[in-house]
């Protein structure tokens, strides 16, 4: 099943912040987070792994509840060049290929 | 420069006709994936190759099939197209458990 992103979309204005969630009805071992402009490709941002602890760089973090199956994507002090579609995806433990599952994708607006 | 490379960049076929998609990487990675994004959709997995000499379903094969040539190159043929397989088609690779996807920079199929 498809994780579940919200919101679908956020408009904020240059230096706002905004959190994205990402949940999944499955049990997960890993969920990565990707941003995509428009006409681009998919770029990674980071993983968070089951046992792992939050991760981010610059100002861009997540976390992972592996209880709750869930996690979010923090962006603080937005600039201009987080503009973009982010898709969460999610690996489950069935099996031993990796198989990411990714979420409808939120869009994230940010304004002057 | 590193990375997945995707050939062609656009195609425009007609229903019934038989092409192939070609990815490339060279980064060394075990694990390849084609992936195909439609509006609203996110993306969704069509096959992939957890290793070189494998291959497997995702979650959307039915009119595909796929060959991993060798641990460099994995393609994508269309048998016979259809208008429902009009997309942006995605390749990507990885590493191995606890790294992000690497994705090509895609291409735009129209089907008339």
């Known amino acids: 099943q498809q994780p579940v992103q919200s919101p679908q979309a956020v408009i904020l204005r240059e230096g706002e912040d905004a959190v994205i969630n990402c949940s999944s009805s499955?049990?997960?071992?890993?969920v990565h987070w990707y941003r995509q402009k428009h006409g681009e490709a998919p770029v990674f941002l980071m993983i968070?792994?089951?046992?792992?602890e939050q991760k981010g760089h610059e100002k861009i973090s997540a976390s992972f509840n592996e209880k709750k199956q869930q996690s979010s994507l923090y962006l603080t002090a937005s600039q201009l060049s987080y503009s973009g579609t982010y898709f969460c995806?999610?690996?489950?433990?069935?099996?031993?290929?990796?198989?990411?599952?990714f979420g409808s994708g939120t869009q994230l607006t940010v304004l002057p | 420069n590193a990375g997945v490379t995707q050939t062609p960049k656009f195609q425009v076929l007609k229903t019934g006709q038989s092409m192939t998609l070609q990815c490339a990487q060279d980064m060394n990675h075990n694990s390849m994936y084609w992936y195909r994004q439609d509006p609203g959709m996110g993306l969704r997995l069509i096959y992939y190759s957890a290793s070189e000499g494998t291959t497997d379903k995702g979650e959307v094969p039915n009119g595909y099939n796929v060959s991993r040539l060798n641990k460099r190159e994995f393609s994508l043929r269309l048998e016979s197209a259809a208008p429902s397989q009009t997309s942006v088609y995605f390749c990507a690779s990885s590493e191995a458990l606890g790294y992000g996807y690497t994705f090509g920079s895609g291409t735009r199929l129209t089907v008339v």
């Open positions: 995806g999610t690996e489950s433990p069935l099996g031993s290929a990796r198989q990411l599952t």
């Open positions: 499955k049990a997960l071992y890993s």
């Open positions: 968070l792994l089951k046992g792992g």
